[in-house]
């Protein structure tokens, strides 16, 4: 019987042998590699994440070494190993170019149909959908939609198109081809993510909720633009409290989305300054969508008026706004902003639209402007405090736009947010 101490050396001898192996294989002496890694793979029966590798090593280094049959025979053995004890290939310690170029070796010499009844190595095997996938945009809808005349019932071509649809904006032909998905496979976590996308952009939001409340809790933890889409959904939808906690899980790079940043604009009006819930919180739910949309909440400070509820114009105005600014048509986006803002000078909320159309469209001085209006920010209001230290930086009020920039910056990202970070803070 062999002590713990004899267990222990014969460990090392392996893994020695394994070591030995790797450095002859970078030094191209592959014969001598070969015999090093086929005697490691006899220490390491009961490790099969270590068996998978030595095997995966071996078969590169008999092929480099001229030993073709050799290493037909090790591929089978590896295949072996990988069917008992699913996951071992996953968990094998290669490099990136050595795994790269075993996977090549592996796809030359196995034929698919082994690969594919190996659950670690079927996702090997690129799928005609993934191949169509790989072409440049004006032939990737051809093959997709050719793919899916022919297999109809293949939920890999509608979600390919759909796919394809959400990169082209068109939010349309998402709901047809997600459709189309979850016909084929109803709770398909892939179509109902990208159908909540396209519902949200369309402010479908009661449907988009339904979906998103779909997805299981590992599915939303590993997208986060559904993430996104829930804090706008439950915002919209009546959920301050709901949303607030799910603006927490919105990762910092979605934050400055537009529907997103719009309704954190919102929930910050609802909650108010310290976070407190106000009246609009706690009202019906069928108080009309304009009002609820276009509310404003104004403490009293210098330069401005308290609270005023906005009218049926202003919210058309911010609405209309909105989605010009959404088209990178700020200019026009201000236009509507000023017109608006004659009949009603005290709005603050079109007053911080305007510093976003204005801060965007680079009209610096007419931004700077509007800083006087709206101030002081809450907490909250991250964004509009970056339009804030934008327009002041560039019209040389540098210090105020500095106080503003230190207290957006934790909460806003991207490039711009980057660019102007640099240089109002001296650091990204």
């Avoid at 169509?132 to 979600?159: C, I, S, T, Y």
């Avoid at 002081?376 to 991250?382: K, M």
Wanted: aromatic letters at 6%; hydrophobic letters at 40%; proline letters at 6%.
């Amino acid at each position: 019987m062999m002590t713990l101490a004899g267990i222990c050396q014969a460990q090392d001898f392996y893994r020695a042998r394994l070591d030995a192996g790797k450095e002859a294989y970078r030094q191209k002496r592959y014969a001598e590699a070969a015999d090093q890694f086929r005697i490691a793979t006899f220490g390491f029966l009961d490790a099969p994440p270590l068996l998978s590798e030595s095997l995966a090593r071996l078969a590169l280094a008999q092929s480099f070494a001229a030993r073709t049959s050799d290493a037909g025979t090790t591929l089978s053995r590896f295949v072996d190993v990988e069917r008992r004890f699913g996951g071992s290939y996953a968990h094998a310690t290669l490099e990136p170019q050595i795994r790269a170029e075993f996977q090549t070796l592996l796809l030359q010499r196995v034929p698919a149909a082994s690969l594919r009844s190996v659950t670690g190595l079927a996702g090997l095997i690129e799928t005609p959908a993934q191949k169509a996938a790989k072409l440049p945009p004006h032939e990737r809808r051809k093959a997709l939609e050719a793919g899916f005349r022919n297999e109809p019932q293949n939920v890999e071509w509608p979600l390919g198109l759909a796919q394809e649809a959400s990169e082209r904006g068109d939010d349309g032909d998402v709901l047809t081809w997600t459709g189309r998905a979850l016909q084929i496979q109803p709770g398909n976590s892939e179509a109902l993510a990208l159908q909540a996308h396209a519902r949200t952009q369309r402010r479908q939001y009661t449907e988009a909720l339904t979906d998103l409340k779909g997805l299981p809790s590992p599915e939303m933890e590993r997208r986060p633009q559904s993430r996104a889409d829930l804090f706008v959904c439950l915002l919209e939808t009546g959920d301050s409290s709901g949303a607030e906690k799910a603006f927490a899980n919105v990762p910092p790079e979605l934050r400055t989305r537009p529907d997103v940043a719009r309704a954190n604009q919102k929930l910050t009006a609802r909650l108010g300054p310290a976070g407190h819930a106000t009246p609009s919180t706690t009202a019906s739910a069928s108080a009309a969508a304009s009002r609820e949309a276009a509310q404003v909440h104004s403490a009293a400070g210098p330069g401005r008026a308290g609270s005023a509820g906005p009218s049926p114009q202003a919210a058309a105005a911010l609405a209309e706004s909105r989605r010009l600014m959404d088209a990178r048509k700020a200019g026009d986006a201000a236009k509507i902003l000023l017109q608006a803002l004659q009949s009603e000078p005290d709005n603050r909320e079109l007053r911080v639209a305007l510093l976003e159309a204005c801060c965007l469209s680079g009209d610096w001085r007419r931004g700077a402007e509007q800083v006087a209006f709206v101030a002081p920010f809450s907490e909250r209001e991250a964004l509009p405090m970056f339009y804030a230290a934008v327009v002041l930086y560039q019209t040389g009020r540098t210090q105020e736009a500095r106080e503003y920039m230190e207290r957006a910056r934790p909460r806003v990202s991207g490039q711009f947010v980057d660019e102007y970070a640099q240089k109002i803070l001296g650091r990204s």
